[in-house]
């Protein structure tokens, strides 16, 4: 189970890592396209976009259906709900992680403060 | 700018397409660790986690300091706000988008009703 949701979020972090990819999730949010469309709308060849759309179909971030000779891409069921979580905790310890830190610092030149007044004694 | 902030997605978000890549940065999260520990602790050879620590230095969320033969690793300056905005704004995106896909079925099932009633008049 851990496993399967560590390559759930492999996957989706790997498809969002391209700024076409993330351009096309905006794209079908407003609505669904083809992939003629979204190779128009991002100046790229149909080969392109279908590679990007692939990516996109594996992680589930979309789902495509193919009606004659048309490919329909829409966006896919997934809300990127534990992504968003990761992302959150992540946020969660670094900011733990610098709360503590500054309190070392301070902790520091508290000392600092004392020994430079036991030295002036 | 905007090309400077697409190519900091593409970067963050590669950097934590990987289960150990994400690992290492729960685990400095909590303290400084060199590559030898964070190679033990992963279950890794050095080489493998030098290649992973690199991703995550060039992406800016991890900073190295070598003393001596010892590379410490810690948390970079990076909170990944930019990141978890990019995901919130796309929750919002698909919430929309499929609370406007319920209202258009809803439509048709209304439809579907007043027409069922009109052919059984």
Chains 1, 2 share one sequence.
């Not at 989706?12 to 999730?25: E, H, I, K, N």
């Not at 979580?85 to 508290?110: G, S, T």
Request: charged content about 40%.
């Amino acid at each position: 189970m851990v496993q399967y949701m560590q390559a759930r979020l492999d996957a989706s972090f790997a498809a969002l890592s391209d700024a076409t990819r993330r351009g096309v999730l905006e794209r079908l949010a407003r609505s669904n396209a083809s992939i003629t469309d979204l190779a128009e709308k991002f100046g790229m060849t149909l080969t392109g976009m279908k590679k990007h759309v692939d990516v996109l179909e594996q992680s589930g971030l979309v789902t495509t259906e193919k009606v004659g000779r048309v490919r329909t891409c829409k966006l896919g069921p997934r809300r990127l709900g534990a992504e968003t979580e990761w992302l959150e905790r992540y946020r969660r310890l670094w900011d733990a992680r610098f709360d503590e830190l500054d309190k070392v610092v301070e902790e520091l030149k508290r000392k600092e403060k004392v020994d430079g007044r036991k030295r002036r004694e």
